[in-house]
């Protein structure tokens, strides 16, 4: 299934119903007089963030949704029936923005989240309605209210709790296929993911995390370079951030300033994120280069820095391991 993370759609909801004009004529009746119903309600147009949902691919192919209008009053007294609502099923973490792409609307952020947006229009009154002591045979009714309208964008932002960042060809995925069930493209050419990748891993019956790889960064990504910071919404909500450096690419400490500089300008609050980072290609190294280049981005970002290999599995338990304590820490404060 291709992936697809954003997409503009038009909403409409339905027209209320018309109220009526009709009296009652009976023989043998003693009490006729004017029984007009009113309209009935237009439907509604509701999302809903559902689970077995990961793109957006739906909405190129239908981009209009219209709700049904109200059914119009009767005679005797009759309502016109209430129109269905119109149910739109989205991925959880679909986000709803206006037209200008910059102000939200709705975040659906937990399954089975719901949220009306547009309001279906009231039925209009039928002439029992305007029936009063002084004007007892009224010959006045009104339409049904118009339903509301508007053009909205549609954004997927995947629900993980950690993300993979860096730059293009620093093993991201192969660490992915690696620690979880997850089978990304695989190539020593940049770029080769060139959409967003989720996994699953599961450290112990009681302990997983859902881990998101993201297309490669590179200088400049945040003006468009490469295939830009489009996808970095995507580890906007991660509570941790693994930070691969390609160990055998030679300047590591520069390779890690690049990413953080597009974290930084990118915004969103990544560059404020715990940080985990990661020296990979271990196996592609020797001893007195890897200790060395280890030292030299241990000093230049402050922190710990993990050895590894992904090819190999050489140091991934631990790394592992430090994701897990980070994400536990999160959850319990947003939990507190």
Sequence with gaps: MKFLDQAKIY?????????VVAFRREKYIEFGGPDGGNGGKGGDIVFEAVDNLNTLIDFRYTQHFRAPKGGNGAGSDRTGAGASDVVIKVPVGTQILDDDRETLLADLDAPGK?????RGGDGGFG????????????????????????????????????????????????FLSVVSAARPKIADYPFTTLHPQLGVVRLSASEEFVIADIPGLIEGAHEGAGLGDRFLG???????????????AGDVVSAWRTVREELTAYGGGLADKPEIIGLNKADAMTPREASARRTALQKASGRPVFLLSGATGQGVPEVLRALQSAITAARQEQAA
């Design 11 to 19: 909403l409409r909801s339905g027209d209320g119903g018309d109220g």
């Design 114 to 118: 719901r949220i009306t947006l547009l």
């Design 127 to 174: 002439n029992a309605h305007y029936k009063t002591s002084t004007n007892r045979a009224p010959r006045r009714a009104t339409k049904g209210f118009p339903g509301e309208e508007r053009w909205v964008w549609l954004r997927l932002k995947l629900i993980a709790d950690a993300g993979l960042v860096g730059l293009p060809n620093a093993g991201k995925s192969t």
């Design 234 to 248: 995507h580890v906007e909500r991660c509570a941790v951030l693994l930070h691969l450096v390609d160990g055998a």
